[in-house]
């Protein structure tokens, strides 16, 4: 295999050896089948990959919870938002509390705690969160509610991030987080 200097300036032979070559192939082979295996769900070395969609609007869409279950089990939830979970399948979801970000994230909260607690979880368990609103001025109203949220429990590492829109309008903010659990 040749490969073009990332400057541009010739080439180089980095596998040049058919030796190398093959071990290059085999390897990238191994990796892609592990990860076709993980998208597929299936047990990879000891761990258990399902995906649940209890909201009929997403179905088809993404998958609202994965969880990864081999010595623990870990859990990721999508981004949670102020989308209507009763909204029937084939559309997007109508938003609640339209134009007020604390009661929207009150509802993304009440809904992560039910999507945590189907899977044994609490938010206690949250390892990680991201938090995405489309509007800075939504800090302190974000903070609050997470506070609110957690209780005297601790807040899982956290990334608050400012961007320009979600995926249905009217929503002001999203949060995913990411669980663990022992088995």
């Not at 990864?68 to 209507?84: F, N, P, S």
């Not at 039910?114 to 991201?130: C, E, F, M, N």
């Not at 209780?151 to 956290?158: C, E, F, L, T, V």
Request: glycine share 8%; with cysteine; charged share 20%.
């Amino acid at each position: 295999m040749t490969y073009i200097d990332p400057r541009g300036h010739g080439a180089f032979r980095a596998f040049a050896h058919p030796t190398w070559s093959a071990l290059a192939i085999v390897v990238a082979a191994t990796i892609a089948a592990q990860v076709a295996a993980l998208a597929q769900g299936l047990d990879v070395k000891g761990l258990d990959v399902k995906r649940y969609n209890p909201s009929e609007w997403t179905k088809g869409r993404f998958s609202e919870v994965v969880t990864v279950t081999g010595a623990g089990k870990t859990i990721y939830l999508a981004g949670v938002g102020a989308e209507d979970e009763n909204a029937p399948a084939g559309a997007s979801a109508p938003v609640r509390h339209l134009g007020n970000p604390y009661e929207q994230c009150r509802y993304a909260y009440d809904k992560i705690k039910r999507l945590l607690a189907t899977h044994g979880a609490s938010l206690a368990d949250a390892v990680k969160q991201v938090v995405y609103v489309t509007d800075v001025r939504f800090q302190a109203d974000v903070a609050k509610c997470r506070r609110e949220a957690y209780g005297d429990g601790p807040i899982p590492a956290n990334t608050f991030l400012v961007i320009n829109a979600l995926a249905i309008p009217g929503m002001l903010l999203e949060i995913d987080v990411t669980a663990a659990v022992g088995r």
